[in-house]
C-alpha cells in the first residue's frame, strides 16, 4: 500500500540489503535507500506493511560527516551500486558489521569469529560480467531500486575498462523482444562475449561488430550469432573456459585471492579426498586437485558441467557427477575429508545440508555470497554437531551491499 505520509527521522543502523533503518512514530522499522545513520533526514512513505515501512529521502537535513559525493551521476536512481556515497574503508566496516549482526541474529552465534575483510584490489571497473536492460526505447540501462523500470545510464564505473569501452558503443535501437544484453570480458579484456536474452525465439539482427563473439538466448534456445559461445578468464595463469550462462566470480582479482586463501588454509593431503559441491566450471577445483587424492566436482548447470570436464580434463584424480546436489550427495558411500560448498544466493537445502553432515566430514568449507542464508545454514550446521571456526569476508562487490565469505565448519 503506497502513502504520502512525510516524517522527520534519524536513522540508526545499516541492515543487509544497502538500506539505513529508522523508526516511525508509531515504532515500525522503516527502510531508506541512500541514507547514514546520525543524518536527520525527511522522507516520504513510498511503501507500507503492517510491521514495516519503507521511504525514500526528499531532503537531508542535516548530514553525515561520512557523506561524500557519489562517483557516478546515476547514483540514488539506478540500483546497481548502493554505498557510493560512503567511502571505502566505511564500506569495509559496514559489511563487517552487518555481517557479524546476520550470524549473532539469525545463526544464533554468540560471538562470530569475524576475521577483518579482505578489500578488494580494485574498487572501481573490476567486474568482469555486466547485464543491461534495455528501455522500451532501446536504451541500455539497470533496474531502479526495487522497481522493474529500466533506468538509462551514460556511465558505469563497475565494469572493466575493455567492457565500458563496447557497451556504450552497442546499436539497440528498434530491436523487437531484446529484453537484456550480458556482456563477458575475458583474456587480457580482448576476449569479449556479448549474450543477447529476449522473449523472441527468433535470432536477433544485432548491430555491433561481429568480430566479436555473439550469442542469443531465447525460448528457443541458444543460438551462436559469431564467434565463439563462450570466453576465457585467466585466474593465476590457469585459463578457465566458461561458456555463455555459466556462473563465474565477477571480481577476477578478488577471485584470486580467495583461490590463495583456500590454498593456504585448507588442510591439504596427498591422500585427502574434497567434494567440491555447486563446482560450476571448476575454479577451486582446479586448483585443489594437485594437490589432493582425489576431488569430486557436483554441477547441475548443463553448460558449467561441459565447462568443468573441459577445464579439468588434465587432472586424472578428478570425477564429476554432473546432477543436483540433491540427487548426488544422499548416496554417496565415502568418506571426504573436506566439503567445499559455493551455493548460489539462496543457499543449501535441508536435503543437501542433512546429506552433508551425513557424509562427516571434518570440514565443511562454505563459500558464501548473501550473509542471511549462510547464517540460516550455520544454525542448521550447529545444531547437527559442526561449530562455525572461521569466518573470512571478502569484499567481491565494493560499492554494493554484497557480501562475499569464506566460512570454516569444524566437526565437534
Known amino acids: ?11 540508526t543502523k ?3 540489503g544497502g538500506d ?9 522499522a522503516v527502510f531508506i535507500p541512500n541514507a547514514l545513520p546520525d543524518e536527520e533526514i525527511l522522507i516520504r512513505i513510498v511503501e507500507e506493511k503492517e510491521h514495516y515501512a519503507r521511504g525514500e529521502i526528499i531532503e537531508i537535513v542535516t548530514p553525515s560527516p561520512l557523506r561524500i559525493q557519489p562517483r557516478c551521476p546515476h547514483f540514488g536512481d539506478c540500483g546497481g551500486c548502493h554505498y557510493q556515497h560512503i567511502s571505502y574503508e566505511e564500506q569495509l566496516k559496514i559489511k563487517k ?4 549482526d546476520q550470524l549473532v541474529r539469525m545463526g544464533k552465534i554468540t560471538d562470530p569469529p569475524v576475521t577483518e575483510i579482505v578489500p578488494s584490489p580494485q574498487i572501481w571497473n573490476y567486474r568482469n560480467q555486466i547485464q543491461l536492460h534495455i528501455s522500451r526505447e532501446g536504451e541500455p540501462g539497470f ?3 526495487r522497481s522493474n523500470q529500466v533506468v538509462p545510464i551514460q556511465e558505469c564505473h563497475l565494469p572493466e575498462d575493455s567492457l565500458n569501452q563496447i557497451w556504450p558503443a552497442l546499436s539497440l535501437e528498434y530491436i523487437p523482444g531484446l529484453d537484456r544484453i550480458s556482456l563477458r570480458s575475458g583474456e587480457e579484456g580482448q576476449d569479449t562475449l556479448i549474450v543477447l536474452e529476449s522473449s523472441d525465439p527468433k535470432p536477433i539482427e544485432f548491430g555491433v561488430d561481429l568480430a ?3 550469442v542469443h538466448q531465447g525460448p528457443g534456445g541458444e543460438i551462436v550469432l559469431a564467434g565463439d559461445d563462450f570466453t576465457i578468464i585467466p585466474v593465476q595463469g590457469i585459463p578457465f573456459v566458461v561458456s555463455a550462462g555459466s556462473f563465474f566470480q565477477v571480481n577476477t582479482r578478488v577471485a584470486e585471492l580467495i583461490v590463495n586463501f583456500l590454498l593456504e588454509e585448507l588442510p591439504l593431503e596427498d591422500n585427502s579426498l574434497i567434494l567440491d559441491v555447486y563446482c560450476g566450471v571448476g575454479l577451486f577445483s582446479a586448483f585443489l586437485a594437485p594437490h589432493v587424492g582425489k576431488v569430486i566436482g557436483i554441477e547441475s548447470d548443463p553448460k558449467a558441467a561441459e565447462d568443468f570436464q573441459y577445464n579439468l580434463a588434465e587432472y586424472e584424480n578428478v570425477d564429476f557427477y554432473d546432477l543436483p ?30 546429506s552433508v553432515v551425513s557424509l562427516k566430514p571434518g570440514l565443511i568449507t562454505y563459500i558464501s555470497c548473501d550473509p542471511a542464508t549462510l547464517a540460516r545454514d550455520s544454525d542448521r550446521f550447529q545444531k547437527q554437531g559442526y561449530v562455525l571456526q572461521e569466518s573470512t569476508l571478502f569484499d567481491m562487490f565494493p560499492q554494493t551491499f554484497h557480501i562475499e565469505s569464506v566460512n570454516m565448519f569444524q566437526r565437534a
Open 325 to 354: 546436489a540433491e540427487n548426488v550427495l544422499p548416496f554417496l558411500e565415502l568418506s571426504p575429508d573436506i566439503i567445499l560448498l559455493d551455493p548460489p544466493r539462496a543457499g543449501i537445502s535441508k536435503t543437501v545440508l542433512d
Open 97 to 100: 558489521s552487518i555481517f557479524i
Open 143 to 145: 533496474l531502479k531500486y
Open 212 to 214: 566479436l563473439s555473439a
Open 20 to 28: 539505513a533503518l529508522a523508526r516511525l512514530p508509531d515504532g515500525r
Open 14 to 16: 545499516f541492515v543487509y
Open 1 to 11: 500500500m503506497e502513502s504520502t505520509q512525510e516524517f522527520k527521522i534519524i536513522p
